[in-house]
């Protein structure tokens, strides 16, 4: 399915022929890649647990994001909210407004399903462009802290600085249906 079409950028549904692009495109860039991840983002796609998007640039795959309507993990577990999961735009792909067109569209598909849509971003310096752009696009912290894994990192707790140590982030997409 096509959610979004201009000149330059396509939205569509993920495809199996785009895991091995994706796989190969983020190791040659430095980032830590495996098909699995994004075997089981269609895999969700198919069973109806997620919608996951990819983004074409002038035909070639660019980036990708996720929503799960009723996410079953994170701050607003269980709750209704949909969450966006793993938001990615290759660097060779970045400021061409890929991203924005990737939000948007994950955004206007969680406002089908709540008034509110959430998101957990990494702490360390390789999310820090992601970081901006969620404030940017009126994101704001949960209140409960960082997360570790599965749970709120506690006051004082030790934790590692890596992918998944998060910060919650919610949204409110529209006003609550009367």
């Known amino acids: 399915m096509i959610y979004y079409k201009d ?4 939205i569509r549904n993920l495809e199996k022929d785009d895991i091995d692009v994706f796989v190969s495109e983020e190791i040659a860039q430095g980032w830590d890649s495996a098909p699995d991840k994004l075997e089981m983002r269609l895999n969700h796609q198919r069973e109806g647990k997620a919608v996951s998007l990819v983004a074409e640039y002038m035909g070639e795959q660019a980036g990708y994001v996720n929503v799960y309507p009723d996410s079953e993990w994170g701050a607003f577990a269980n709750m ?3 969450e966006i999961v793993d938001f990615a735009v290759l660097e060779k792909f970045r400021r061409k407004g890929i991203g924005t067109r990737l939000m948007d569209t994950a955004e206007k598909l969680s406002a089908e399903y709540s008034d509110t849509v959430y998101l957990g971003v990494g ?3 390789g999310y820090g462009s992601a970081q901006r752009m969620y404030v940017k696009r009126g ?10 894994g599965d749970s ?24 609550k249906q009367k």
């Open 123 to 125: 702490l360390h310096s």
């Open 7 to 10: 000149e330059e950028i396509t």
């Open 139 to 148: 994101y704001i912290p949960d209140g409960k802290g960082v997360w570790y």
């Open 80 to 82: 209704g909210y949909p």
């Open 152 to 175: 709120v990192c506690g006051q004082y707790s030790d934790c590692r600085n890596d992918d998944d140590l998060v910060l919650y982030l919610s949204k409110k997409l529209r006003n």
